[in-house]
């Protein structure tokens, strides 16, 4: 089941959410929860299960539990839950124990949700990176650039919401003293309402004029060495009659400091010019981070052989800037 998960859960992903709400609810859903309370108070009156109150109580419920609050709903099916739970109990995300009864009872893991997850970043982190890229695919955007000589060259931004606003952050350096014109994946043009850089840091953000009917990133300051993530962006391919969005997937490496006194991580995806502004994003489907700048020295390079590093701006001094 574990190589086929991703591919089952996305097959299954309703059965997927109502498994994860009922069982999590006291992390996921206040309405459920009390529904649920309620049921398990009414059933432990007529159940002969030893110590079912406590474990209902505590938190724990069961199998059958799930398929007694949903009796009328004919689309659940045991041969589709069952390796649900499974998955959800291999990724951390529930624990079990066995009962006298011959029942297993499940609750979740309180260490998995001390992430702060939402339940979008938990179907995420279960059906994996390509679902992320589907979900997020129309929030990344390729920001074109024009200098005051009229050269052009490209950056990518990625959307987040702030006080009801659509907002695209992007790098310092890829917006300032120059012309901007903003395409969504579609090649649509976007109309700015502004555009604000941060004074100490590579970081911008172009308020759009009007709210984006698509996915929003949210941020997370979790992130740790060797973390799988992803990037999204619009870097120029050599020979392509467009610009497209490449996606790549690598790890963080590293936590450094800048001889300019900046703090970034590398991380190992494959990065080109135009990346600039690309959100790194982890397995939740979080931006951790922005890359800002290839870390290069061409002496080094064409002496000792030395390659770039990659570098990004944590998402703590994003969420920062926008404070």
Request: proline letters at 2%; aromatic letters at 12%; charged letters at 25%.
């Amino acid at each position: 089941m574990a190589e086929n998960a991703p591919h089952f859960l996305k097959e299954h992903k309703d059965q997927l959410l109502g498994v994860l709400v009922f069982f999590c609810s006291s992390y996921l859903s206040s309405k459920i929860d009390k529904a649920k309370r309620k049921f398990c108070d009414e059933k432990s009156n007529s159940t002969d299960i030893s110590n079912y109150q406590f474990l209902t109580s505590t938190g724990w419920c069961s199998l059958d539990d799930y398929f007694d609050f949903h009796l009328l709903n004919d689309s659940i099916k045991y041969d589709i839950v069952e390796p649900i739970l499974s998955t959800l109990c291999e990724k951390g995300i529930l624990i079990y124990q066995s009962h006298t009864s011959g029942l297993k009872f499940y609750k979740p893991n309180s260490h998995f949700f001390n992430k702060k997850v939402s339940i979008d970043n938990i179907v995420n982190h279960l059906i994996g990176f390509g679902h992320v890229i589907e979900h997020f695919k129309n929030s990344v955007y390729k920001i074109e650039v024009k200098n005051k000589k009229g050269d052009t060259s490209l950056g990518t931004g990625f959307l987040v919401s702030k006080n009801n606003k659509s907002l695209i952050i992007t790098n310092k350096h890829v917006v300032e003293n120059h012309k901007l014109t903003i395409y969504d994946m579609n090649n649509k043009k976007n109309l700015i309402q502004s555009v604000e850089i941060s004074e100490h840091t590579d970081i911008a953000k172009i308020v759009l004029k009007k709210k984006q009917k698509v996915n929003h990133f949210q941020f997370s300051k979790d992130v740790n060495v060797l973390d799988e993530i992803i990037t999204m962006g619009y870097p120029i391919v050599p020979m392509s009659r467009d610009a497209y969005l490449l996606c790549h997937i690598g790890e963080i490496n590293s936590f450094i400091q800048h001889y300019n006194g900046f703090e970034y991580f590398i991380f190992s995806a494959k990065t080109s010019s135009g990346n600039s502004g690309s959100p790194v994003i982890d397995s939740f489907g979080r931006v951790v981070g922005m890359i800002t700048e290839e870390l290069f020295e061409e002496e080094q390079f064409f002496s000792k052989g030395k390659l770039p590093y990659y570098a990004a701006i944590p998402s703590k001094d994003i969420i920062s800037f926008l404070n």
